[in-house]
């Protein structure tokens, strides 16, 4: 069993930039493809960006591409979301999690999750 801790998160005006952190535990880390999801209020939750196991393949959704950045080390068994030019519509709790199926934009094929880190952009 993997478990996440996302950090980073905070209060930001709109063009900062801000950078997650997901802290993995358990030495499989490297097995697992992650990924970002973020929920804003009384949304559902949206696919944000996924990384392979290696880091060699990134993807992102067309609302964030050229934004943010997915990175991983997988030696510190963790995962980043650079996140730049902020926009208030990218105000959302922030998860991270992972899965051993594939890289997939689906939040059901992800199997463990971290708690979130909030992030509101303010205008």
């Known amino acids: 069993q993997v478990q996440l801790v996302e950090s980073g998160g905070g209060l930001v005006q709109a063009g900062d930039s801000l950078r997650l952190s997901c802290a993995a535990s358990?030495?499989?880390?490297?097995?697992?493809?992650m990924g970002w999801f973020r929920q804003a209020p009384g949304k559902e939750r949206e696919f944000v960006a996924a990384?392979?196991?290696?880091?060699?393949?990134?993807y992102y959704a067309d609302s964030v591409k050229g934004r943010f950045t997915i990175s991983r080390s997988n030696a510190w068994n963790t995962v980043y979301l650079q996140m730049n030019s902020l926009k208030p519509e990218d105000t959302a709790v922030y998860y991270c999690?992972?899965?051993?199926?594939?890289?997939?934009?689906?939040?059901?094929?992800?199997?463990?999750w971290g708690q979130g880190t909030r992030v509101t952009v303010s205008s």
């Open positions: 999690a992972g899965t051993r199926v594939g890289v997939s934009l689906s939040a059901y094929e992800y199997d463990f």
């Open positions: 358990g030495r499989t880390f490297s097995n697992y493809v």
């Open positions: 990384i392979s196991w290696n880091g060699g393949n990134t």
